[in-house]
Nanobody
């Protein structure tokens, strides 16, 4: 099985930073696109940032210029540096990965359970 585990959420101050991490565990033979999404209570989940296996990045308009996504393919991890935080960044952040498992030719979407980020003074 494949599992994604987020860490690094918590309380942040306006103007401050938090670093989120997500590790992929299990029989992942190949990891394609990885991403961070977030959901504000009552709203739909929205894309924060994505990164391909080759390192191409894409950002949601709300975080461009402030957040940075990166990945370490050897460690099977993806990161999100959140800078210049504002209260609007308060949300549950979810890690996503498209994974091909050992012995299975299909690529399947996997999600983490989410980590809460709360920005407050």
């Amino acid at each position: 099985q494949v599992q994604l585990e987020e860490s690094g959420g918590g309380l942040g101050q306006p103007g401050g930073s938090l670093r989120l991490s997500c590790a992929v565990f299990g029989n992942a033979a190949f990891i394609g696109d990885m991403a961070w999404y977030r959901r504000v209570r009552g709203n739909e989940r929205e894309l924060v940032a994505s990164i391909s296996s080759g390192g191409s990045m894409n950002y949601g308009d709300a975080v461009k210029g402030r957040f940075t996504i990166s990945r370490d393919n050897a460690k099977k991890e993806v990161y999100l540096e959140t800078n210049s935080l504002n209260p609007e960044a308060t949300a549950v952040y979810y890690c996503y990965a498209r994974v091909r498992r050992d012995g299975d030719p299909r690529s399947i979407d996997f999600w983490g359970r989410g980590t809460q980020v709360t920005v407050t003074s």
